[in-house]
């Protein structure tokens, strides 16, 4: 499947396409398919920066418009995070507006002929955009949440990464590793000696991140790496395969 060639400035984060080359783009496809990266501006513990789940939702998205002829969109940058308000710099915005923004978005994208719009969510707390998506599907509007566990699970085999998707829950070795490889100049000194497990966080969503660590990670960090990174971005690339077919198969069926 060849991608779609999109353009991107400032890092990678903004697609730089002219509305020309979005039109020849459109012209050699039966069904224009959108990607959203949803990121957050949350704490990432003392080595890894606000924009963490953002730069990842990107990559990710970068990779698939690499892969498949897709529209490529800007990120949403600030999301629910209120599990971080503990910890300087994070800001969040309520689940009503993450989504009335994606929906906003999805229903801008169909009046210009744009009928399927793909979620790239880069972080787990925007539990929101699992709703976003069941509700429009429902009406029969085309909507898909990417990545799935199952996808992430994939990636972590393919990529050798040691840890569990439980215990690598924020700042931990998946992050870490993809930001060595996408970015890896915004990592600051000492994600080699943050690791920090805490399995057990039942009560996570009463008592928040600073309930179960003092530092903001939870996971292995110090297990990173760029080789890692940049087969855990290829292999949900690989995985994005499903979904595009998914949206753009006349029956509606994979």
């Known amino acids: 499947m060849s991608g779609s060639g999109a353009r991107t400035a400032a890092g990678g984060l903004v697609p730089a396409d002219t509305t020309e080359e979005v039109r020849t783009r459109a012209a050699g496809v039966s069904t224009q398919v959108a990607v959203l990266p949803v990121g957050s501006f949350e704490q990432h513990g003392p080595f890894l920066p606000l924009a963490t789940d953002t730069l990842v939702a990107c990559a990710v998205a970068r990779e698939i418009a690499a892969a498949y002829p897709v529209h490529l969109l800007p990120p949403v940058t600030i999301s629910c995070s209120h599990e971080h308000a ?3 710099g994070t800001v ?5 507006t993450l989504h009335a923004v994606v929906s906003d978005i999805a229903a801008s994208l169909r009046r210009s002929g744009v009928d399927a719009l ?4 880069g972080h787990g707390g925007n539990y929101v955009l699992g709703n976003v998506v069941q509700e429009s599907s429902a009406r029969g509007e085309r909507m898909a949440l990417f990545p799935a566990a199952e996808d992430w699970e994939e990636a972590l085999r393919r990529a050798g990464v040691a840890t569990s998707l439980l215990t690598d829950m924020h700042a931990g070795e998946i992050e870490t590793s993809i930001l060595l490889h996408a970015h890896p ?3 600051r000194p000492g994600y080699e000696t943050s690791d920090f497990v805490a399995d057990d966080r039942r009560h996570l969503l009463t008592l928040g991140m600073s309930g179960y660590t003092d530092s903001g990670v939870i996971g292995r960090p110090s297990l990173g790496s760029a080789e890692k990174g940049k087969e855990l971005l290829a292999s949900l690339a690989d995985s994005f395969g499903a979904y595009f077919s998914l949206l ?6 994979a």
Do not use: P, Y
């Not at 969040?92 to 009503?96: H, Y």
């Not at 793909?118 to 969510?121: A, F, G, H, K, L």
């Not at 753009?248 to 069926?253: E, N, Y």
């Open 86 to 88: 503990a910890w300087a």
């Open 92 to 96: 969040s915005i309520s689940s009503v």
């Open 118 to 121: 793909v979620v790239v969510n």
């Open 185 to 187: 100049e915004l990592l």
């Open 248 to 253: 753009t198969s006349t029956d509606g069926r």
